[in-house]
Structures are given as structure tokens and as C-alpha cells.
């Protein structure tokens, strides 16, 4: 049985989904809903069939289509209002990065998905990677963790919304090395200090460079130093890793095979099953999770400590200070009650104890 999925969204990423979505055996494409019509028209003939069914109105196409599922590939802003319509209409939601525009929004989804009973699932697609896979197990043999860094140093030139938008590093790339160091360390952040800054060539208006140090749970230190104005001796895009523990050192530059080293002896962890690639790594685990009713890596909960790590690293930036991420949560909880609309979202929202155990409920990690 395929699933039936209307997508959201035929921009930039949006093309990337629909040849995924065209190649794989798992899915059927039946609609495509944009606010540019003509984007979604580009879309179907992308997805090699003109005739697939296009709309403004999500809701209105999925009843047409017999939707089973939405793919929201969208902007940030409009993830919210989308994945809240999808989920009121009994359709489960896989959405690309970031879960929502803020952690408070993002609980608001989180709550939606509890009260609805749907699934709302982030594509963090850099996680489906079996190089990441294979430095976890790397890591697994270090012995006790002390600490984990992330280089990442690129000069693209992308034109467009990003070199006009604040804290374009941290809001557009950083989420991504922040939520496989969560993936990797298989514990939680606690605080951070960050500084982000803007080198005085960058062709970027936001600040395009930031070095942060994010405290872990077991005071392990997570070590970010990143900028997208950095020519000269790039670094992969996923950014080159070390982690250092009590047995040893694991190395990884993004693009090959991780090593490590156990004081002397080179490191050959117990191989891990395969997660995929990228976005059809994302679309795979998103089908398996819907047949087998099961809950899988990137489920909301689980993902919004990922965009905690970013908000929390721009309050730190802006005000100079260490910022608790606890902090950083209560606060957006705060606020989604404050602005939730939806009487059974609140209510959810309501009966939250901490925010960080009602996140950590259902928490799971892939491979
Ligand atoms: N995982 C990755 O590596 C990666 C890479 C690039 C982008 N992304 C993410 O993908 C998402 C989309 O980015 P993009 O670069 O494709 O943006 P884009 O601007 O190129 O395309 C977005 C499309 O969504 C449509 N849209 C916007 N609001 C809508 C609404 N309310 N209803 C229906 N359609 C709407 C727009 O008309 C546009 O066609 C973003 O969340 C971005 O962060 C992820």
C-alpha cells in the first residue's frame, strides 16, 4: 500500500522533495498545494505528471485527493498555520526544518499533535546519514564524554533572502550541527554561551560567524565554531567533528568514514543499521513510523530542543549572558498558552508539568 501525500510548498527545497517523493515506492504524490500556483504547475511537471491535481487551499485538496498525509515544505513562517491545518484535518504532517518559526510555536504543534493524535514529524535531514550513524558508535567506545566540536567554515554565495535576514547562521544553518550533537552525545543541552558576530567582508547583512559552548547534560561541553564567510580551506557541509573522551578521540570531517583512536589503538565500533540519505532517509522513517504506529527520531517533541539550542544561542548573543535553556522553555510555554487558539491544544499545553519532561516523553533516537 503506498501513502497517498498532497506537499505543501515547490520552492527551492520543495523541488528536491518531489523527485524524492517521485522515486520512491513508498509514496503517491496526488496534489501539490502553493500560494503561487504556477510553482505548483512547475511542480507536477517536475514530478513527471501534469495532471497531478494543484491548489491554494490545503484542506480543500486533501478532501478532493483522498490525501493520507501532507508534506510541508514551506517557509519557516508558514509551518505553523500549516501543520495545524493538516493535523485538524486528520492528516499526518512530515515538515522540513525548522518544527516552527519559535520554541513557542513549535509547543504549540507539539500540544496540536497530542490533542489531534497525529503525527508531526521534522525532516532534521542531516541526520539521516550513516557517517553520522558510524561516529555514534565511534563515540559509544570513547568512555566517559568530556567534549564534542563542531568547525564549519564555507563562503557560499546564495543570494536571495539569506544575505538579508538576522542571525542567518545561527536561524538557517546552526540548527543542524546543534541537533546532531544532540543526536550524538544522546543527552540534552543545559545552558550556552554564544557570541555571534559579522566578519567586516561578509557579504551577509546578519551576523554570518558565531562560536558557541553549549553545556550538556553529565557537564559534557559541546563547542560550535561556525561561519558562512569563510573562504579558504572549507570545511565539508556537515562541518568537521571531534569528540574526546577518558579512552580516547573520534574524528569526523563530514564526508568520509569517522575514525577514532582509543589511546593508541585505532577505534571499530559494532556496525549500526543504515538510516538512509538525506530527505529519503526522512521520507522512509516517516512511512515505517505511520505503518508501524511507532514514534520516530524527529517527532516535534524531540525536535524542539534542537531550535531551543538556536533560540537560547541568540538570547546569549544579544544579552551577553549565559542563557539557561530551561529558561528559554518555560518562557515559549508561557507564550503558547498565552497565544494558542485551539481549546484542546491548550489544554494539552496546560497539563504540562516541566516543559523538558513533557518533551522528553516521548523522545526516541534513530539507528
Ligand atoms: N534540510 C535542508 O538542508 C534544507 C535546505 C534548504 C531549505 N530547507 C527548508 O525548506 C523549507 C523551504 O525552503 P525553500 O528554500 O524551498 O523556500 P522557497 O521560498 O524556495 O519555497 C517555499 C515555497 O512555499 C510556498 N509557500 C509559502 N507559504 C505558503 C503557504 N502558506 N501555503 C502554501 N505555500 C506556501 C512559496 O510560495 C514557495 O513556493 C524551509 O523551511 C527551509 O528551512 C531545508
Known amino acids: 500500500m503506498t501513502l497517498r501525500v498532497v506537499q505543501v510548498g515547490a520552492g527551492g527545497m520543495g523541488r528536491a522533495w518531489l523527485s524524492t517523493v517521485a522515486a520512491s515506492q513508498d509514496v503517491e504524490l496526488v496534489g501539490i498545494v502553493d500560494l503561487d500556483l504556477d510553482v505548483a504547475r512547475a511542480g507536477a511537471e517536475l514530478a513527471g505528471d ?18 493520507q498525509a501532507v508534506l510541508d515544505i514551506t517557509v519557516p513562517v508558514a509551518h505553523h498555520p500549516i501543520t495545524m491545518e493538516a493535523l485538524h484535518a486528520g492528516l499526518p504532517v512530515l515538515g522540513e526544518k525548522p518544527a516552527a518559526q ?3 510555536e513549535a509547543l504549540s504543534l507539539a500540544a496540536a499533535a497530542e490533542a489531534t493524535g497525529q503525527l508531526f514529524m521534522v525532516s532534521q535531514s542531516r541526520r539521516y546519514n550513516d557517517h553520522l550513524v558510524a561516529f555514534r558508535q565511534h563515540l559509544r567506545d570513547l568512555g566517559d564524554l568530556g567534549t564534542l566540536s563542531t568547525r564549519f567554515a564555507k563562503a557560499p554565495h546564495f543570494g536571495g533572502f539569506r544575505e538579508e535576514m538576522d542571525d542567518v547562521l545561527l536561524l538557517d544553518m546552526a540548527i543542524h550541527p546543534f541537533d546532531s550533537a544532540r543526536y550524538l552525545l544522546e543527552r540534552d543541552p543545559v545552558s550556552v554561551y554564544c557570541e555571534s558576530y559579522n566578519p567586516s567582508w561578509s557579504w551577509y547583512r546578519g551576523d554570518a560567524a558565531a562560536a558557541a559552548v553549549f553545556t550538556f547534560e553529565d557537564d559534557i561541553r559541546y563547542v560550535y565554531d561556525g561561519s558562512w564567510c569563510a573562504p579558504g580551506a572549507e570545511t565539508s557541509w556537515n562541518g568537521d567533528w571531534r569528540a574526546s573522551g577518558s579512552a580516547g578521540a573520534a574524528l569526523w570531517d563530514g564526508d568520509h568514514e569517522p575514525t ?3 589511546d593508541g589503538t585505532p577505534g571499530s565500533p559494532a556496525d549500526a543499521p543504515g538510516v538512509g540519505a538525506e530527505i529519503a532517509g526522512a521520507l522512509a522513517s516517516f512511512v515505517r513510523a505511520l505503518d508501524a504506529g511507532t514514534t520516530p527520531d524527529g517527532e516535534v517533541h524531540g525536535n524542539v530542543m534542537s531550535l531551543a539550542m538556536v533560540e537560547a544561542a541568540i538570547a546569549s548573543t544579544r544579552s551577553g549572558t549565559r542563557i539557561v535553556i530551561d529558561e528559554v522553555l518555560e518562557r515559549a510555554h508561557a507564550s503558547a498558552l498565552d497565544a494558542e487558539r485551539d481549546d484542546a491544544a491548550r489544554e494539552r499545553l496546560a497539563s504540562w508539568g516541566s516543559v523538558r519532561s513533557a518533551l522528553s516523553a516521548t523522545v526516541t533516537t534513530a539507528g
Open 50 to 67: 501534469p495532471s497531478i491535481p494543484v491548489g491554494r487551499s490545503l484542506t480543500e485538496l486533501a478532501a478532493e485527493t483522498g490525501a
Open 260 to 262: 577514532s583512536d582509543l
Open 102 to 104: 519559535t520554541v513557542a
